[in-house]
């Protein structure tokens, strides 16, 4: 779990200094980050979205995991929990909420076959090398995105911890199921996921991509399955 919790660490300290920068940018420019921040998440989503080769996963994940996803309506339950939290740290233009900058950031932060298979390194052999070189990377993208999406990045750490800890754990477990194929198709379904939240973020769509959620787990039955009957 080492690799695991240096991770949400340096998400903690690289979103605290994202915001302290934050506090003295001028109105203009956190707006004029925020679009050019939300053209490099359409990119991120649309390079990670090419990793598939499964074009029937992708859709049959999209429908089963919307209909999942609105049937329990996350984004409106997350959105309750939230918002008392968000009354302290929005900011009074009301720009962006903590629950759009948790959201943005949980899934900047854990798509991806990084994610995936250096979790399963860390809990199958205790090779952390790869999550030290993601913790980096988040560390510098989590000032960043906290210097115009808020709080809610520096809360995505706690995703983080549950999410990559959980693959950490059950490394044993899951690991015969994580095959090449799957993370890919995994890569694929949570990077449209990442174009949708980029959408959002230059101000085309307000889509609620946290009811699309389920969808990137989907591949993992999906992937075996279709691969035996087509």
Do not use: H
């Amino acid at each position: 779990m080492l690799g695991v919790i240096v991770n949400a660490i340096v998400i903690i300290f690289g979103s605290a200094i994202g915001m302290a920068v934050k506090t003295g940018m001028p109105q203009r420019i956190s707006e004029a980050m925020m679009k050019g921040l939300g053209l490099c998440t359409l990119y991120i989503g649309w390079s990670g979205a090419l990793k598939g080769s499964n074009t029937l996963v992708l859709i049959i994940s999209m429908a089963i995991g919307i209909i999942i996803g609105e049937g329990f309506d996350l984004d409106a339950k997350l959105k309750r929990f939230a918002q008392r939290l968000e009354q302290k740290f929005k900011k009074e233009d009301g720009s962006v909420s903590l629950a759009e900058g948790f959201i943005a950031a949980s899934l900047l932060f854990c798509v991806g076959a990084m994610t995936v298979v250096g979790s399963l390194q860390a809990g199958l052999s205790g090779n952390y090398e790869m999550l030290f070189t993601k913790s980096v990377l988040d560390f510098i993208s989590s000032m960043i995105f906290a210097s115009t999406l808020g709080v809610g990045v520096m809360l995505s750490a706690v995703f983080v911890l549950v999410f990559q800890g959980s693959i950490v754990l059950l490394a044993q477990v899951v690991a015969p199921f994580l095959t090449d194929a799957v993370v890919a198709e995994m890569t694929c379904v949570g990077s449209v996921l990442i174009f949708a939240l980029g959408l959002n973020m230059v101000g085309i769509t307000k889509l609620k991509v946290l009811n699309y959620l389920p969808a990137m787990f989907l591949p993992i039955l999906l992937t075996p399955l279709l691969a035996n009957i087509i």
